[in-house]
Nanobody, 122 residues
């Protein structure tokens, strides 16, 4: 299967920036879509941004113009550059990756990271 390791969360003041990273590891896999979700206390998990294998990106309306998602296929890594952060961006950010892996036969996978806390103070 495919494992994900996230990094880059932390505490920042409103207006500041953070960059999240998520690296995928495993054997014999090909990644299709990569994305970031977040979950604020008491709220459902929501999509923040996603990027396809053809680098088509999609953003939640609340982060358009402030966040940028990118991927490095050679490193199997997806990034989320977050600028002009607001207190309402606070939450646990989860990386999500899907694709195909080979283990005797081809199977699909849909993996989640462990989550990284982002806190934006006012």
């Amino acid at each position: 299967q495919v494992q994900l390791v996230e990094s880059g969360g932390g505490l920042v003041q409103a207006g500041g920036s953070l960059r999240l990273s998520c690296a995928a590891s495993g054997s014999r896999f090909v990644i299709n879509n990569m994305g970031w979700y977040r979950q604020a206390p008491g709220k459902q998990r929501e999509l923040v941004a996603s990027i396809s294998s053809t680098t088509y990106s999609n953003y939640a309306d609340s982060v358009k113009g402030r966040f940028t998602i990118s991927r490095d296929n050679a490193k199997n890594t997806v990034y989320l550059q977050m600028n002009s952060l607001k207190p309402e961006d606070t939450g646990v950010y989860y990386c999500n990756v899907d694709g195909t892996y080979y283990s005797g036969s081809y199977s699909s996978f849909d993996s989640w990271g462990q989550g990284t806390q982002v806190t934006v103070s006012s």
